[in-house]
């Protein structure tokens, strides 16, 4: 246990497991696409956790640390961009409201917004506004934490209410598969970005 909580806390070990679960998730989905067919909504769920994957080994190479702060205020329009485009698309689904299902959709766009918008207030704004927003250690855990159980609670919800309509399937399992790799490389972002954030309050008192 020692050796785990050792391990998520350290951002570089984190952006490893992160990196190593994708890898996994795309070898995992080439064999759904060959047993399922291709299914172009999920292939879009591929498309977030691949531009943070890219970051993560952008970051890691000699470039990447020469120019850390470059790559994160252009990280950081990227994010804003995508809470805009997302930010469309959630009005476009509340319109299009059928089910409950439909619903769950729109909440895990929420949720994805937030964890964008947690990426933007570490990487992309001024310094006195990180220092509001991030006024002790503990608004860094609570703004983790919450985006954290919220997805948590999204997958359960969702899966207990796909069961509950449609019933034991047989690409059931391949479902919940798919959806535990994306919730760990989701949460494993969060947990780089409150990493970071630490970081940046550490070096602030260090310096004042």
């Given amino acids: 246990m020692n050796k785990i909580k050792e391990i998520f806390s350290q951002p570089e070990e984190v952006i490893d497991i992160h990196n190593i679960i ?3 998730h795309l070898v995992f989905s080439l064999f759904v696409f060959v047993l399922v067919g291709k299914n172009y909504i999920h292939i879009l769920g591929y498309v977030i956790p691949s531009i943070f994957t890219i970051y993560f080994c952008l970051i890691k190479t000699s470039y990447g640390r020469k120019k850390f702060n470059y790559i994160n205020q252009k990280m950081g329009y990227l994010l804003k961009f995508g809470i805009a485009v997302l930010g469309v698309a959630f009005l476009f689904l509340l319109a299009e409201q059928t089910s409950f299902l439909d619903f769950l959709n729109s909440l895990f766009m929420i949720i994805t917004v937030a964890s964008f918008f947690y990426w933007v207030l570490v990487l992309d704004t001024k310094e006195e506004i990180n220092k509001k927003v991030f006024a002790t250690e503990k608004d860094n855990r609570n703004i983790f934490n919450v985006i954290c159980i919220s997805v948590l609670g999204y997958y359960m919800i969702d899966y207990i209410v796909i069961f509950a309509e449609y019933g034991f399937d047989k690409y059931f ?4 598969i798919h959806s535990l790799f994306l919730g760990l490389v989701f ?8 990493l970071y954030q630490e970081h940046i309050g550490k070096r602030r008192e260090y310096y004042v």
Wanted: no cysteine; net charge positive; proline share 0%.
């Fill in 22 to 24: 994708y890898l996994l």
């Fill in 173 to 176: 399992m391949l479902d919940i």
């Fill in 187 to 194: 949460i494993l972002r969060l947990r780089y970005i409150y």
